[in-house]
């Protein structure tokens, strides 16, 4: 998505796949072990329903990938021992990106589904890699501090973070046609004191300039 000039030259990554963010927990709080496979199908969640800023189509994106390779890195997800951070796309995001490739917004969630799904398993695979952080739990209290920051992610790609007055994070990804995701402020810290964090957003990032969809 297109790079926003205001915003200082962005650092090279770290070794640990992380530039510019301090990773640690709030006061002193142990992390637990819940994953965000778990907290994601909690209560229902991943039914499709009328909710565009929950998290329903995400949820389904990895449980097809799982069920179609369960051997996939995306299978960190439901490992709670393992310390991630995602950002994690809400179903208003993913009918944004289906009007994007298709010029058609779809009025239910499971025609968005079913949308997404024709990308085929690798490539829905590869979105949802590059939306996970591995061997970092980044708080948004960090992640507001992160101006300039590079976050390797799962996939092998690289997200920069542009924080403005607001404040407003902003993710770039390597699509250059389309706005930068933002986190969604008020759904930050998802499963906060665990090793695996995730923080909603309003735009799908993609690692690639993804193709136009059939329709």
Known sequence: MKL????????????????GIALTAPAAQ?????????VLTANGGGTFDSNAKDYDIVTQAVLAVLAAKPNSKVKVLTDGTVALTAFIPN??????????????APISEKQIFNAVAK??????????LYHVV????????????????VLKTAQGGTLAVAVY??????LWDKDK????????????DINKF????????????RPIDLPPLAH
């Open 165 to 170: 007055a607001g404040p407003e994070i902003s």
């Open 177 to 188: 046609n389309s706005r930068n995701a933002r986190v969604i402020l008020s759904q930050v």
């Open 119 to 128: 990308l085929g398993i690798p490539t829905v695979e590869a979105v949802l």
């Open 91 to 104: 179903d208003q995001a993913f009918r944004l990106l289906v009007k994007d490739l298709t010029g058609i």
């Open 4 to 19: 926003r000039t205001r915003v200082a030259a962005v650092a090279a990554a770290a070794a640990l796949g992380v530039s």
């Open 30 to 38: 142990a992390q637990g072990q819940r994953s965000l496979a778990a």
């Open 194 to 205: 665990n090793k695996q964090v995730a923080h909603g957003i309003d735009r799908v990032l």
């Open 134 to 149: 591995p061997g970092a739990t980044i708080y948004s209290s960090a992640a507001v501090k992160a101006n300039g920051a």
